[in-house]
C-alpha cells in the first residue's frame, strides 16, 4: 500500500494470513460464496472508506461493500476487486427531543432499538438480532411496525456517503436528490458508499403483546383463506404472520402469530381478538390468545426461527392472488418443506401511509418467503434449491420480491418498477459512470 492508501483498519490481500478469516466473516450465512475478491479493508473510520474508494479507482478495482453481512446471497464478496467492509463503523446518536437518530452502517438495528426504547423511541427496524443498517435501510428495511410507519427507508431524511470519485457527500431530497432517490430501495445495486443515514424516529408503543396458534396441515386451506380474509381489517399496528414449518415432533403444520405494538391497551386487545375468529379456531393444536412481552422477547421470539452458524437459503415474491391460486404451491411448499427451523412466512402488508417518490416501488398485499435451513454442509445439495424452486414453481401469482430476501443470482425477478429500473440505470451513469460499485448479483 502506498502512503496515499494508508489505511487504520487492517487490509487483506489474497492469499494472505488472515484472508480467508476476514473473508468468511463477512457472511452471516454459514454458506459463505466461493468468491473471492483481490482485497479487502477493514475500515475503522470514514477516512478509510473514501480512501479505500480511491485506492479502487486508482487500480481499476470494483467495490462491493458489507456492513452487518445478512444478505442471505453474501451479495457483497464478489470475484476480484475490493471488499470494503464497513462493520466497524457503528456509531449511533439520539436526539429524542428533535425525533431524530443518525446510524452508520454497521450499527445492529436492535442495538439501536434498545438505546430509542431507553428514551422512550422507536424506529422500524429489523425483526431480527444482528441486522444491521447499512443493507437493511437501502433495500427498503421492512422492521416493526412497518405498516405504521412503512418500509424504513421512508424514515431516512439524508445519507452522508463517499461517491465513485472519493468525494464525501450528503444526499437529500434538497442536496444530491437523484442520488438519495436511488439509496431508498436500490439495496445491494446501490452507488455510492454510505457512512451514516439520518433517521426520523417516533414514539415508542405503550403495548406489547403477541399471540400464538398452531394448527394441524389439514386446516392449512381454512387458515390461509381466513387470514387473507381478514388480512385488510387487520390494524397497522399488528403483524399478522402465518408460518409453515415442522413441529417438535417433525409434524408439519401451520402457525399464526400477530405481534401488536399498540398505542392503549384498547387497540391492543382489539386487534388480538381477532386472532380467535379463525372458523377452525376450535381445531388449533396450540392457542395462546395473549402473551405480554417486551421489545426483547419480540426480537428472541424471531431469532429462534434464524438460528446462527447455519446453511440457508432463501427467495420470496409479492402477491395478490387469491388463497385458491395459491394452494397448489402453499401445499407443495407443506409436502417438501425440510427440517426444523426452515419455514414458509406469510405476511400481511396491504394497508400503510403513502410511499414518497423513491427507488422503492414493488410490494403487495401479501409477502411470501421461503427460508430453507440447515446446518450439515453434506446437505446443501438436498436442501440447497427448495427455497427458489418453491419460489419459480409460484412465479405465475407473483408481483415481484422484496430485495430483503433476494436471490437474484439464481432467479431474476422484478424488484423496482421498470420505470424505477430505468432510472436508477440513469442515475447510476451519473454518479458512478466506471461501473466502481458492483451491481445487483446476476445483473451485469
Ligand atoms: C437472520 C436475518 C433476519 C432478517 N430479518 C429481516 C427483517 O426483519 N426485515 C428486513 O427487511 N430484512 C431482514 N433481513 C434481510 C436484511 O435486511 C438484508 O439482508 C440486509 O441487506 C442486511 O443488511 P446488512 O447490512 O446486515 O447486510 P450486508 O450483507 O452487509 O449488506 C447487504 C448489501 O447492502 C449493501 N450495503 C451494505 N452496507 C452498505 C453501505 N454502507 N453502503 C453501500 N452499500 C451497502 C451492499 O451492496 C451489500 O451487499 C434479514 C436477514 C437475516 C440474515
Redesign the pocket.
Known amino acids: 500500500m502506498t502512503k496515499d492508501f494508508r489505511f487504520d483498519g487492517a487490509t487483506f490481500t489474497r492469499g494472505s494470513d488472515g484472508y480467508e478469516a476476514a473473508r468468511s466473516a463477512t457472511v452471516?450465512?454459514a454458506r459463505t460464496p466461493e468468491r473471492y475478491p483481490e482485497l479487502i479493508v477493514q475500515a475503522v473510520s470514514e477516512r478509510d472508506v473514501a480512501t479505500a474508494v480511491r485506492l479502487a479507482g486508482a487500480e481499476g478495482m470494483s467495490v462491493?461493500?458489507?456492513?452487518?453481512?445478512?444478505?442471505?446471497a453474501?451479495?457483497?464478496v464478489r470475484d476480484g476487486g475490493l471488499l470494503l467492509d464497513?462493520?466497524r463503523l457503528r456509531d449511533t446518536t439520539i436526539d429524542a427531543e428533535g425525533m431524530r437518530a443518525t446510524v452508520q452502517?454497521g450499527a445492529p438495528g436492535s442495538e439501536t432499538m434498545q438505546a430509542l426504547i431507553d428514551q422512550d423511541r422507536f424506529f422500524p427496524g429489523?425483526?431480527?438480532v444482528?441486522?444491521?443498517?447499512?443493507?437493511?435501510l437501502?433495500?427498503?428495511?421492512?422492521?416493526w411496525n412497518g405498516r405504521v410507519h412503512g418500509p424504513a427507508c421512508m424514515s431516512v431524511e439524508a445519507i452522508d456517503?463517499v461517491t465513485a470519485d472519493g468525494e464525501q457527500i450528503r444526499a437529500s431530497e434538497t442536496e444530491n436528490a437523484d442520488l438519495f432517490w436511488a439509496a431508498r430501495g436500490s439495496?445491494?445495486?446501490?452507488f455510492?458508499?454510505?457512512?451514516r443515514f439520518h433517521l426520523r424516529i417516533y414514539e415508542a408503543p405503550e403495548v406489547t403483546a403477541n399471540a400464538v396458534y398452531t394448527y394441524p396441515l389439514e386446516e392449512l386451506e381454512a387458515v390461509f383463506e381466513w387470514a387473507a380474509e381478514i388480512g385488510p381489517e387487520v390494524p397497522r399496528f399488528m403483524e399478522l404472520m402465518l408460518f409453515i414449518h415442522r413441529d417438535q415432533a417433525g409434524e408439519v403444520e401451520v402457525a399464526v402469530t400477530g405481534p401488536v405494538l399498540a398505542a392503549t391497551e384498547a387497540e391492543a386487545a382489539a386487534a388480538l381478538a381477532l386472532l380467535e375468529t379463525c372458523p377452525v379456531r376450535d381445531r388449533a393444536k396450540l392457542a395462546v390468545p395473549r402473551v405480554d412481552v417486551g421489545l426483547a422477547d419480540l426480537y428472541a421470539g424471531v431469532h429462534a426461527n434464524?438460528p446462527d452458524d447455519h446453511r440457508?437459503c432463501v427467495d420470496n415474491m409479492w402477491t395478490h392472488a387469491p388463497v385458491a391460486e395459491l394452494l397448489p404451491g402453499l401445499e407443495r411448499i407443506a409436502a417438501t418443506i425440510p427440517s426444523a427451523p426452515s419455514h414458509m412466512l406469510w405476511m400481511n402488508w396491504g394497508d400503510s401511509p403513502e410511499r414518497p417518490d423513491m427507488a422503492y416501488s414493488v410490494e403487495d398485499e401479501t409477502y411470501i418467503a421461503c427460508y430453507g435451513i440447515w446446518a450439515d454442509p453434506a446437505d446443501d445439495r438436498r436442501y440447497g434449491d427448495w427455497a427458489t424452486d418453491n419460489m419459480r414453481a409460484m412465479e405465475a401469482a407473483a408481483s415481484g420480491i422484496?430485495l430483503?430476501?433476494e436471490n437474484l443470482r439464481n432467479r431474476p425477478a422484478r424488484f423496482v418498477t421498470e420505470a424505477n429500473l430505468a432510472r436508477l440505470d440513469e442515475v447510476r451513469a451519473k454518479w458512478d459512470p466506471d461501473g466502481r460499485f458492483?451491481s445487483w448479483l446476476g445483473r451485469p
Do not use: M
Open positions: 452471516w450465512n462491493g461493500i458489507r456492513a452487518g453481512g445478512h444478505s442471505w453474501g451479495s457483497h464497513v462493520s452502517p429489523g425483526h431480527c444482528g441486522v444491521c443498517f447499512g443493507g437493511y437501502l433495500q427498503g428495511g421492512f422492521g456517503a439495496g445491494p445495486g446501490f455510492a458508499a454510505v457512512t434464524y440457508y422484496q430483503a430476501d458492483h
